[in-house]
């Protein structure tokens, strides 16, 4: 089966600006998070969503949102875009929870901001 | 506060010896342990788990051994391949609440299995 599909894979903005990163999960999973992934950081949880709601936030400023579509796609946005979110932003779908859940995770989608 | 702590890098190992990678973590919340494997240009893939309630699983080449007391996993991979070269994440999971869980990642190691 297709396995999860992020879109854009490659996007350069500029400070300031606006960006929306696009998660289609695998047919069937209903669990959809985010990750930031940096040189320094690692994996950085964002959020998660379970059927169209948000389940749990990491700490991350409010410029950063995301949503679940009823098909299970998500989308995440960061607004107000700062050097600091060049970064590599994962997304993983599974079943049931984060808890004990064998995530499946897209190739990413780097961002560079100028 | 980095919860999950893997505090070597890197680390290089000769073909068809053993790698050993080690994660150590702060939260005794924790109950669900992960190790995920990073190529260059592709996400992470799962690779093995493990619940607080045992010391050790084996898959394979690969076996995950948890010891609670010490707040420390480590991944062992025998024999070890050039295939084998990648970042490996460690995780771990806890309850936030109302059925909900969190799941921290470690900043990775990236293992490299000399031919």
């Known amino acids: 089966k297709a396995g999860v599909t992020q879109t854009p894979r490659y996007l350069i903005k500029t400070r300031g600006q606006q960006v929306t990163l696009s998660c289609s999960p695998i047919s069937g999973h209903r669990s959809v998070s985010w990750y930031q992934q940096t040189p320094g950081q690692g994996l950085q949880f964002l959020f998660e969503?379970?059927?169209?709601?948000?389940?749990n936030k990491g700490n991350f400023p409010g410029r950063f949102s995301g949503r679940q579509f009823s098909n299970s796609r998500s989308e995440m946005n960061v607004s107000t875009l700062e050097l600091g979110d060049s970064a590599l932003y994962l997304c993983?779908?599974?079943?049931?929870?984060?808890?004990?859940?064998?995530?499946?995770f897209g190739e990413g989608s780097r961002l560079t901001v100028l | 506060d980095q919860q999950v702590k893997q505090n070597s890098p890197s680390l290089s190992v000769q073909e068809g010896r053993i790698s050993i990678l080690n994660c150590d973590y702060t939260n005794s919340m924790f109950d669900y342990f992960l190790w995920y494997k990073k190529y260059p240009a592709e996400g992470p893939t799962f690779l093995i788990s493990?619940?607080?309630?045992?010391d050790k699983n084996e898959d394979g080449r690969f076996t995950v051994f948890l010891n609670k007391s010490a707040k420390h996993l480590s991944l062992h991979i025998v024999p070890s391949q050039p295939g084998d070269s990648a970042v490996y994440f460690c995780a771990a999971s806890a309850s936030s609440g109302a059925g909900s869980y969190q799941l921290t990642f470690g900043k990775g190691t990236k293992l490299s299995v000399i031919p």
């Open positions: 969503y379970f059927s169209e709601t948000q389940r």
């Open positions: 493990i619940s607080s309630i045992k």
């Open positions: 993983a779908s599974y079943l049931g929870s984060l808890g004990t859940g064998e995530l499946f």
